[in-house]
């Protein structure tokens, strides 16, 4: 066990921002884990904050507490029935190898996740998502430990009250518990979701008899390739904004002054609309300034060129989200976590 001092986090960020951490210690136990809350550092730490991939969070300055990275490793399978199979996998597990675990052995629910970044502990933290399907459809149980009270606890999926890229560990219980591991609930007879436009299309151009959780995650993998950056190209945390959701009488309004507005129905008659439409009728899709950008091809994905700062993409964030409020009344949250 090691804690670092005034740690370099730039490789630890898929934004590749320069920012330090005052403590940085990785555990690959929850005993190694307990170890480091003991340290010097830990203890005189007010802020403790979990890190997996760091492919969803925004360092806008140095870090004047501990970051503890996840890097508990183990998938296994903890039961089965005729129909399902229950998938634990330890947080620092990478979520893609999950995928790719589970769609080899044709396990039937994650394949439309194929090639989220990050690790497995942080996707219930904001219920990720992609493709017509959330975690939340095929979560069955996690473990949490608790920071401050050092006790393990179980959430089943209705304690996490997930919403969209929403959670309980997002919010009411922020920076509260470290996400130990998670276990999916998946069919062994899988009932495939190809309910998502893009996907549709993509597999009418393929030619095959019989769809499988291989062919959709391929495909997954070849949209998502083609439309979003590569962090190891360029810095860039995914969506940074969600899509915002609007009553119906608001979206009869917006259709009226701006017929071409995308966006989708909802179950409970609201509307969704593309954040990246919006943002880039305000002009600012391949927008740059300095080194923090929006990228090219997609507007909801800011990017950092080289050495933008926490501070400019924030910037540019704030900036966007007045624009649009500006241009269409309608407020944009962030998706990312901003950590100050
Ligand atoms: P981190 O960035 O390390 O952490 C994110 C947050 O979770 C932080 O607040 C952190 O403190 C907390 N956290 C992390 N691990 C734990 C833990 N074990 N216990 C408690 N808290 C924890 N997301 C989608 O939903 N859908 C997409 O399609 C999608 N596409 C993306 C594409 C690109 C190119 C990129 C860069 C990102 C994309 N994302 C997408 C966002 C991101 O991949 C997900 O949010 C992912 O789950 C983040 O995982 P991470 O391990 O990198 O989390
Ligand atoms: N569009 C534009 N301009 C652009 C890009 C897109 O007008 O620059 C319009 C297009 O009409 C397009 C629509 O926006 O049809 C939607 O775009 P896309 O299919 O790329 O999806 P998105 O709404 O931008 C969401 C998620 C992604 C997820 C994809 C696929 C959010 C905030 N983002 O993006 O998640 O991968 O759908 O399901 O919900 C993430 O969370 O980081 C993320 C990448």
Known sequence: MQVHQNYQLKKYNTFGIDATAKYFATFSSIDEFQEILDHPGAVTSNRKLILGGGSNILFVQDFNGIILKNNIRGISISAEDDEYVYVNAAAGENWHELVTYCVERNFGGIENLSLIPGNTGAAPMQNIGAYGVELADVFYDLRAFHIHDKKIIKFFAADCAFGYRDSVFKKKYKEQFAILDITLRLSKKPLLNISYAALQNELEKIDVSELTVKIISQTVINIRKSKLPDPGQIGNAG?????????????????????????????????????????????YKGFRRGDAGCHEKQALVLVNYGNATGKELYRLSEEILLSVLKKFNVQLEREVNIIN
């Open 239 to 283: 969506s940074f904004f969600k899509n915002p959701e609007i009553p119906a009488e608001k979206h009869e309004e917006l259709l009226s002054k701006f017929p071409g507005i995308v966006s989708y129905p909802l179950p409970n008659g609201n509307s969704k609309l593309a954040a990246a439409w919006l943002i880039e009728q305000c002009g």
